[in-house]
């Protein structure tokens, strides 16, 4: 599709449109995986960054490998990656179509997002490119480690997004990345190479920032839920079923009925009731914070912050309803998690006394985007070492609402809601050393 600035931003045809899409008969029903856009070339000088990292971590993994021929199944998560490889080819053509044809005049001024101020629609160009980037930079490493593990990656497909107006684009941006998230929130369980995961887990979190993004600019609240749900693979394709046009080899998907079992479990002498206990002390001191910070600052100095000066009344007059959801959550995973240890037959460890040295408004939003982004990357540490299948699946529903989180405290304190392509681990000991700056006693 050519460019066109000339687009309005009337979407009243765009439901008659797609009722009209159909599945391109059983092979679309059972898998076309289509999240991405219009047409064209691509030429945007997406960065290698995330390809490098992930190629890096499975060098080790493959460096015996012999190479396979395309009749036998050379890795157990070769399947998975290409599962994910076509998410991405359809999120990253998605963008990368889209943002040709509409100028960043008409994103800024589209209908859906004219509610907010300068401080938001500024910005909005710029960060849709970086998640246009973010995409190429996933499908760059998706592909080079499908090839490293000896398979066939996966290419892109051809997609009919029905894209017609700027509140369009961002009505399906929103709803490709929250499929997305859950897309992954479901195959990851099933990956047996823990560094494989570990990669899929730093997407993971990102795909949820960039969601979060998306959400708010639709009007929604960028963390619906505090623990996000999982699709299967087939809800996934045929959700992505809607977009694509092209025939699609859903044998690049299959798994087998048997697989090795899952590597996650390391050998350092945590079982999963330590890792539960660690995210637990996490939660604690993140419901602590918002519990006691919402007491301490009234709606109307939170909304008059100067860390919010940029941002119209319109933006600041979400703000304490969405703190006081995102409190609300942490308080859930707290309660979950105590549950949880319990039910393994452990001993929850209990609230500590904090001090988190806050002296206003302003501060107690940039203490938030501290703990929301360490929160994302210790979930991303521990999950890989959880042996208990229900217990990760819980774990990484959590991991990608913290992202959420984070996403959004980001874009209050005036940074971008997803700084990489790829949210980067922390340690345990890392963590704890973080977190230990703001407990006063145990």
């Known amino acids: 599709m050519k460019q066109n600035n000339d687009a309005t931003d009337d979407s009243s045809n765009t439901g008659t449109r797609r009722t009209r899409r159909t599945f391109l008969g059983a092979t679309a029903a059972v898998g076309t995986l289509a999240l991405a856009g219009c047409t064209g070339s691509s030429d945007d000088g997406a960065s290698s960054t995330m390809s490098t990292s992930m190629s890096t971590s499975m060098d080790t993994t493959t460096s015996d490998m012999e190479t396979t021929t395309e009749e036998e ?5 070769v399947p998975i990656l290409n599962y994910a490889l076509t998410l991405e080819h359809l999120e990253y053509a998605f963008y990368r179509d889209s943002l040709k044809k509409f100028s960043d005049d008409e994103l800024m001024n589209a209908k859906v ?9 500024m910005d909005v160009p710029d960060y849709l490119k970086t998640v246009r980037d ?16 000896g398979g066939t990656p996966v290419e892109e497909g051809e997609y009919d997004f029905g894209c017609d107006t700027p509140t369009d684009f961002f009505g399906v941006a929103k709803a490709l990345e929250n499929t997305g998230v859950a897309a992954y929130a479901g195959a990851a369980p099933s990956v047996v190479n823990n560094d494989v995961l570990a990669a899929a887990a730093g997407i993971h979190s990102v795909e949820a920032r960039h969601a979060a993004f998306l959400n708010l600019l639709n009007e929604e609240s960028p963390f619906p839920k505090a623990v996000n749900g999982a699709k299967s693979m087939g809800e996934v394709l045929k959700i992505a079923g809607n977009f694509v046009t092209s025939d699609v080899d859903t044998s690049k998907y299959e798994m087998g009925d048997s697989r090795p079992k899952q590597d996650r479990k390391k050998d350092d002498g945590t079982s999963d009731v330590d890792v539960l206990n660690y995210a637990l002390t996490l939660e604690h001191l993140e419901n602590a914070f918002y519990r006691d910070g919402l007491k301490e600052f009234s709606n109307d100095d939170l909304m008059n912050a ?20 995102i409190s609300d959550h942490e308080a859930a995973h707290v309660d979950a998690l105590t549950k949880t240890v319990k039910k393994l037959g452990g001993t929850p460890v209990g609230e500590a006394k904090y001090d988190f040295g806050y002296g206003n408004a302003s501060e107690f939003l ?4 501290a703990l929301e982004n360490t929160g994302v990357a210790a979930y991303k540490g521990a999950a890989p070492t959880v042996e208990n299948d229900d217990v990760f699946a819980a774990a990484i529903g959590i991991h990608s609402v913290e992202a959420e989180h984070a996403s959004f405290l980001n874009e209050l304190n005036m940074t971008s809601p997803f700084p990489n392509a790829v949210d980067e681990p922390k340690t345990m000991k890392e963590v704890k050393k973080i977190a230990g700056q703001f407990i006063v006693s145990n």
């Open 73 to 77: 199944m050379s890795n157990p998560d």
């Open 113 to 121: 997002v004219s509610k907010f101020g300068d401080g938001v629609r």
């Open 134 to 149: 973010d995409e190429a930079a996933h499908v760059d490493a998706l592909t080079q480690t499908v090839k490293k593990l």
């Open 306 to 325: 100067d860390a919010l000066s940029k941002f119209d009344e319109h933006m600041r007059m979400k703000v304490p309803a969405y703190l006081s959801k």
């Open 366 to 369: 940039g203490v938030a985007k």
